[in-house]
């Protein structure tokens, strides 16, 4: 999500209570906790968010992969990797971002200093965004994507991908640049047949709280051809908060909703499914525990 688009209509409201906890640790693989607890006005305080982190990691979520969508927040996104062990980075300037304009020469040699930082072990979001970018800026974009799984690539680092109404468009890029080792599809937006895609071609599918909604069948769809190594589990906080929350601000605390109807759509046990997002987040990002090496 861009910071530039707005919020306001995902923090209705006081936010919701913590869910019940899961009987395993998971992780939330894509969030923004300087939107989620600073918004768009200010960023939050380190005590702020280290309550936030605390929060999630009570419910069984202790990892986290906070992502930036411009030169400011990736900024912000490692300095806090940095200082905190619960927490990866994901730098990029977001799709929508770049068709305005702001990938430009400067943007790309931030992003690709920061992706070789030791605690940075994504680039993303990048991709492309079909629905809140025009026609106009359409080539600005797919270059900075294209730029982007360049920079990715050079640094032996995942790729997070924002897909919008761009299926084809991304699968194609991605075939003519030629994928990093590990592509993850945030907030995952396809049917099964281009999850069936996305599968065969290795990229692991990350589901957020929309896989709760009532109109999404085709994701549960999607979820459940998808094998359960495949899969990830994501927030995108303070966006897309799964159900009974629709509405409401989300944060990484309420990653145990997603989780649990992954499991009934997928027919994993609750404990196995956990333990199984957590390797697979841990072969794609690397550990989290501090000192060691991805």
Same mark, same amino acid.
């Given at each position: 999500m861009s910071r530039s688009a707005s919020s306001r209509?995902?923090?209705r409201g006081e936010p919701p209570p913590s869910p019940e906890p899961l009987p395993a640790p998971a992780l939330d693989s894509h969030t923004h906790l300087d939107i989620?607890?600073?918004? *768009?006005?200010?960023?939050?305080?380190?005590? !702020?968010?280290?309550? #936030?982190?605390e929060a999630a990691a009570a419910v069984g979520v202790p990892r986290l992969v906070q992502v930036g969508v411009d030169v400011a927040s990736s900024r912000w996104s490692a300095?806090?990797?940095?200082?905190?062990?619960?927490?990866l980075a994901a730098v990029a300037v977001h799709p929508n971002e770049a068709g305005a304009g702001a990938a430009d020469d400067e943007a790309l040699?931030?992003?690709?200093?920061?992706?070789?930082?030791p605690r940075v072990r994504a680039v993303g979001e990048t991709g492309l965004d079909r629905f809140r970018t025009g026609p106009e800026g359409w080539a600005a974009q797919e270059a900075s994507f294209r730029a982007h799984i360049r920079i990715a690539k050079e640094h032996g680092v995942a790729l997070v991908i924002h897909d919008r109404e761009a299926h084809? *468009?991304?699968?194609?890029?991605?075939?003519? !640049?030629?994928?990093? #080792?590990?592509?993850?599809?945030?907030?995952?937006s396809g049917d099964a047949a281009f999850a069936k895609a996305c599968v065969e071609r290795g990229f692991v599918l990350?589901?957020?709280?929309?896989?709760?909604f009532g109109n999404a069948a085709y994701l549960r769809e999607a979820a459940a051809l998808t094998p359960v190594d495949q899969l990830l589990?994501?927030?995108?906080?303070?966006?897309?908060?799964?159900?009974?929350?629709r509405g409401r601000p989300n944060a990484s605390r309420l990653v145990p909703l997603t989780v649990r109807a992954l499991a009934d759509v997928t027919g994993v046990d609750l404990a196995e499914l956990c333990h199984t997002l957590t390797a697979t987040a841990e072969r794609v990002f690397g550990p989290w525990q501090d000192g060691e090496q991805r």
């Open positions: 209509a995902n923090r989620a607890v600073g918004g *768009e006005s200010r960023l939050p305080t380190d005590p !702020e968010v280290d309550a #936030e982190i300095d806090l990797a940095a200082r905190h062990p619960n927490v040699a931030e992003i690709d200093r920061l992706a070789a930082l084809a *468009e991304i699968l194609e890029v991605l075939e003519d !640049e030629g994928p990093p #080792e590990h592509t993850v599809f945030h907030c995952f990350s589901f957020a709280g929309t896989l709760t589990v994501e927030t995108d906080s303070p966006f897309l908060t799964p159900m009974p929350h």
